[in-house]
Each structure stands twice: as C-alpha cells, then as structure tokens.
C-alpha cells in the first residue's frame, strides 16, 4: 500500500484504521508500521498492540510456556545462595569481611605492642630484658638516677 492508498481508503473508510475492512486493515498498520520514525515510538508502540491484537493465537499455550519457562529457570540452582547475590546480601557479607579484618588487624597489632610495652617497662625499671628485644641491660643502682 502506498501513501496515495492510504489516503484514499481514510477519506472513504475514516481515520480509525481498526474499523477498515480487514485486508486493507492491516495493510494501513503494516505501512504506519513501516513509516514510524523514532520521534514517534509511542505511536509505534500503539499500532504493534494493534497488529498484535489482530492476529488469532492461543493464549493459553502462550501462558504454558512462559510458565515453564519460569518453572525452568528457577529449578535451576546456582552455587551461591541467591540472597548473597542480592545488593543487600553482597553489602551484609563485604560488612561482615570489613568487621572480620578489622578485628583481625587489631589482634595482631595488639600482639606486636605487648612486645613492645613489656621492654619499655623492663628498660624503665631498670630491670634486666630477655628475649630477642635487644641487648640484655643490667640494672645499675649506680646509674638509676641519670635516666
């Protein structure tokens, strides 16, 4: 159908193509179809409904098939648990990480500074260190008031 077709059977049918006769019918929504460009998507939109609601098809076979689709695609597990794959699930497992190095690093950083705190007070006493420290100091009476 042409654009001068089209034209002549509006001005003889009317503007709503639904109640042209129905070869002529669909070729008016084949050509609107055709003729859409993309500043007019809505209008695009509207005329495939159309055309969709025109053609015969079984519904119900239709709605079979999504549903075992859907039935299919759910029976399919996956390794992880779908509520970590979540937004929420991915932000309360990398929290929990978070929390878990956090304390992790002040354990170790508590350990190191036991060390640490244990010579200062051996040096400040006056007593002897052991261990690995550094080198053993005496305590000198002697020497106790040039500190």
Known sequence: MTRDEFERHRRRFGDAVESWPAPFRQQALALMAAGAGPDDDDAALDRLVLEATLIEGDDQALARTVLARIDGASARSSFLPRFLLAPAG???????????????????????????????????SGARLTGNGGADIAADPAEEGSL
């Open 90 to 124: 991915l932000a309360a497992c990398s929290a929990a990480l978070l929390v878990a190095a956090t304390l992790a690093g002040y354990q170790a950083a508590g350990l190191q500074d036991d060390l640490q705190d244990s010579e200062l007070l051996a040096l400040a």
